[in-house]
T-cell receptor, first 115, second 107 residues
Framework: DTGVSQDPRHKITKRGQNVTFRCDPI?????LYWYRQTLGQGPEFLTY????????KSRLLSDRFSAERPKGSFSTLEIQRTEQGDSAMYLC?????????????FGNGTRLTVT | DAKTTQPTSMDCAEGRAANLPCNHS???????VYWYRQIHSQGPQYIIH???NNETNEMASLIITEDRKSSTLILPHATLRDTAVYYC????????FGPGTSLSVIP
């Protein structure tokens, strides 16, 4: 168990550019979650997958955000036409579905700065 | 998912027990109470969870009231490394975080 890994750890981009983040969950975990966190706030739910199926997407999530999990393993989160308000920590977590007592395991996040 | 309420911040003397309360009065029967903590610049870390019964592990104890409307996380001997934001969550399908309690352990 190598834990949840996220890449890159830090990303600085200019407004209007597209960015993509990657998350590798714990290998046997079939659920994968994306969260966004800004300074002083708790993590905000964005979306989650069970295997390759995207089960829910936050209504607060702009159409500029898209997430995929093509083979039910790693996931990518893309932000198109970034805005300064997108600057945040983007967290990924994984868990086992069907196990109500299965906790989420988080990565250490990707910190995005939009200049 | 049930909404939880926690104090914004708390202090605790090093070596003493830290008792962090959480209200979840709208919790439904199939929702578990989970606790996570987050140390600056890291992802949230799972601490403990329970449904009805009190639970204990190597990190903490969780006391859930009989009506399940509130719970308390107990760190028996707080250390400086326990300084973090602690999140109480009632969940069934996905984890929704509130602002949590910022715990400061004071030397």
């Amino acid at each position: 168990d190598t834990g949840v890994s996220q890449d890159p750890r830090h990303k600085i981009t200019k407004r209007g550019q597209n960015v993509t983040f990657r998350c590798d969950p714990i290998s046997e975990h079939n659920r994968l979650y994306w969260y966004r966190q800004t300074l002083g706030q708790g993590p905000e739910f964005l979306t989650y997958f069970q295997n390759e199926a995207q089960l829910e997407k936050s209504r607060l999530l702009s159409d500029r955000f898209s997430a995929e999990r093509p083979k039910g393993s790693f996931s990518t989160l893309e932000i198109q036409r970034t805005e300064q308000g997108d600057s945040a920590m983007y967290l990924c977590a994984s868990s086992l579905s069907g196990h109500r007592a299965s906790p989420l395991h988080f990565g250490n996040g990707t910190r995005l700065t939009v200049t | 998912d049930a909404k939880t309420t926690q104090p914004t911040s708390m202090d605790c003397a090093e070596g003493r027990a830290a008792n962090l309360p959480c209200n979840h009065s709208t919790i439904s029967g199939n929702e578990y109470v989970y606790w996570y903590r987050q140390i600056h610049s890291q992802g949230p870390q799972y601490i403990i969870h329970g449904l009805k019964n009190n639970e204990t592990n190597e990190m903490a104890s969780l006391i859930i009231t009989e009506d399940r409307k509130s719970s308390t996380l107990i760190l028996p001997h707080a250390t400086l490394r326990d300084t973090a934001v602690y999140y109480c969550i009632a969940y069934y399908d996905k984890v929704i975080f509130g602002p949590g309690t910022s715990l400061s352990v004071i030397p």
